[in-house]
């Protein structure tokens, strides 16, 4: 069955300690890997695609890279607004799309 | 606002009682899917509409649970004789594609 796996589970920053959030995933039949963040109560909210390895993509403080068994997510210098739970989700050739179950961010002023 | 609107946002019931939740997707969007998220969870998926064609349905949607996609629009979550256990964030998402998905507030079901 396909899995995928986020790591850690949670993390605490101070403003402005850079760290990066991992994503595992079965890496036969992937067409595409998202993440997206979601604010306690509310729908998760799209940030990127990537469908091959080397492929990288940047919004504000967020870069996402692609190798061939797990993404990235680098967050640099983060702020307090950047406190939320990161979702990675895997999408396969079977249409099937198989969400992590989040890394939950904390920085803290 | 033009993304994908969900009613209600929140739903309280007792155990047994029906429910049925809404969805408006994205109004070019003709991919819409259901998903489920409990606490610490990611979403988990339940069901894909293409148009107004049901297309998958998860193994765990049990025969309690029917969805609807009427003239290819608003979608429709119906849950019959609800259990405890199906206390939950019931999440729709929509795309144009058949990759990026872009989601709803969601409808936090609570069953007493």
């Known amino acids: 069955e396909d899995q995928v796996t986020q790591s850690p589970e949670a993390l605490r920053l101070q403003e402005g300690e850079s760290s990066s959030l991992n994503c595992s995933y079965t890496?036969?039949?992937?067409?595409?890997l998202f993440w997206y963040r979601q604010d306690p109560g509310k729908g998760p909210e799209f940030l990127f695609t990537?469908?091959?390895a080397g492929e990288e993509k940047e919004k504000e403080r967020l870069k996402a890279t692609l190798t061939k068994k797990e993404s990235f997510l680098h967050i640099t210098a983060p702020k307090p607004e950047d406190s939320a739970t990161y979702l990675c989700?895997?999408?396969?050739?079977?249409?099937?799309?198989?969400f992590g179950a989040g890394t939950r961010l904390t920085v803290k002023p | 606002d033009t993304g994908v609107s969900q009613d209600p946002r929140h739903k309280i019931t007792k155990r047994g009682q029906n429910v049925t939740f809404r969805c408006d997707p994205i109004?070019?969007?003709?991919?819409l899917y259901w998903y489920r998220q409990t606490l610490g969870q990611g979403p988990e998926f339940l069901t894909y509409?293409?148009?107004?064609?049901?297309?998958?349905k998860s193994r765990l949607l049990s025969d309690r649970f029917s969805a609807e996609r009427p003239k290819g629009s608003f979608s429709t979550l119906e849950i019959q004789r609800t259990e405890q256990g199906d206390s939950a964030m019931y999440l729709c998402?929509?795309?144009?594609?058949?990759?990026?998905?872009?989601f709803g507030p969601g409808t936090r079901l609570t069953v007493l």
């Open positions: 990537l469908y091959s």
């Open positions: 890496v036969s039949g992937l067409r595409g």
């Open positions: 509409f293409q148009n107004e064609a049901q297309l998958e």
């Open positions: 998402a929509s795309s144009s594609s058949i990759d990026t998905q872009y």
């Open positions: 109004s070019e969007h003709n991919r």
């Open positions: 989700a895997a999408l396969y050739n079977n249409n099937d799309m198989r």
